[in-house]
């Protein structure tokens, strides 16, 4: 096509300018694709805390099918994040955040982002030392194999100053959370930050190989004891009358049939009873919970915050 433009006359800029204009209606293409969205936000106090529903739907009222909603302040550190199932996402706050608290629906192929506000009230507040916990990402998004990374934020309260840590679960698996650092001591009310990764399995076939270092302990197992059998013989033909040398070749012939026996009975197990194949991590939509606790040796004060993890 272009070689044809070119013989007809037609200049490399104007070519420049097909192509910019192809790239734009693409981009308009794909916008136009996705459909406008709604999200809104009601709270209900309850035994467990707080529950935040964020009801996400199109300009028509139809319910959003996939996505995620993530509750941010009006500093952008997240509370927690929940997928979308039938238009509906729900988390639960264990504390109520002070000030404006926002809903974020993160869009996807289908539908487009959009956000809401939502003013709280401040009767729930407390002036007891207290501490609160945002993480910046509440998703990821990851191939079995890879890993991602989440900074945790610790802000104390009311001068809260005892020790935190941190753990996780609801995880998969194949997966695992490491914390850096897994404690934190916020002092003269300054914020502290840890990193947690979270990392994913591969899938790996099992290979009928000999234990060891690519079949180097087949060798020995056979050249081992072939050589102390021969060293055996050898020994116990000679007429020299040494009883000592005698004695070192019937030494050296069990031992290599004690050797030879073991190699063979190993070698056999292996065989019959090889190692399971590892399948990695499979592929859907996870909710890890982190929770962040401390123990003052009076009173015992959590928080937690869910992280939404898709793997591909």
């Not at 926002?102 to 407390?126: E, H, M």
């Amino acid at each position: 096509m272009i070689l044809q433009l070119l013989r007809h006359g037609i200049g490399r800029s104007t070519l420049s300018r097909v192509a910019g204009l192809a790239f734009v209606f693409s981009i308009l293409g794909i916008a136009q694709a996705q459909v406008a969205t709604h999200t809104e936000l009601t709270s209900a106090a309850g035994d467990r805390g707080i529950t935040f529903t964020a009801q996400v739907s199109d300009i028509a009222g139809n319910p959003a099918t996939d996505g995620i909603v993530s509750l941010e302040n009006i500093q952008g550190a997240s509370f927690g994040s929940a997928f979308v199932r039938n238009g509906e996402a729900t988390l639960t706050l264990d504390q109520q955040p002070s000030g404006a608290i926002y809903a974020v629906y993160s869009g996807s192929s289908n539908f487009r982002t959009s956000r809401v506000r939502a003013q709280l009230s401040s009767q729930a507040t407390s002036t007891e030392p207290d501490f609160s916990i945002t993480a910046s990402p509440t998703s990821l998004s990851l191939s079995p194999g890879q890993f991602g990374t989440v900074v945790l934020t610790i802000t104390p309260l009311n001068g809260f100053d005892d020790m935190v840590t941190l753990s996780c679960s609801g995880n998969p698996a194949a997966s695992a959370c490491t914390f850096s650092p897994t404690t934190l001591t916020p002092l003269n009310g300054n914020t502290l930050t840890s990193s947690l990764q979270i990392t994913t399995k591969a899938s790996s076939g099992a290979s009928l190989v000999w234990p060891g270092s690519r079949g180097s302990h087949t060798t020995y197992a056979f050249v081992l004891p072939g050589l102390l059998a021969l060293a055996g013989l050898g020994a116990m033909r000679k007429r020299s009358g040494l009883n000592g040398l005698r004695m070192l070749g019937i030494v050296a012939l069990l031992a290599a049939s004690s050797l030879g026996l073991s190699a063979c009975s190993q070698l056999y197990d292996y065989y019959n009873h090889p190692p399971e194949s590892n399948p990695g991590i499979a592929a859907g939509n996870y909710t890890v919970t982190v929770a962040a606790y401390s123990n003052n040796g009076a009173s015992v004060t959590s928080h937690t915050l869910t992280i939404a993890l898709t793997v591909k």
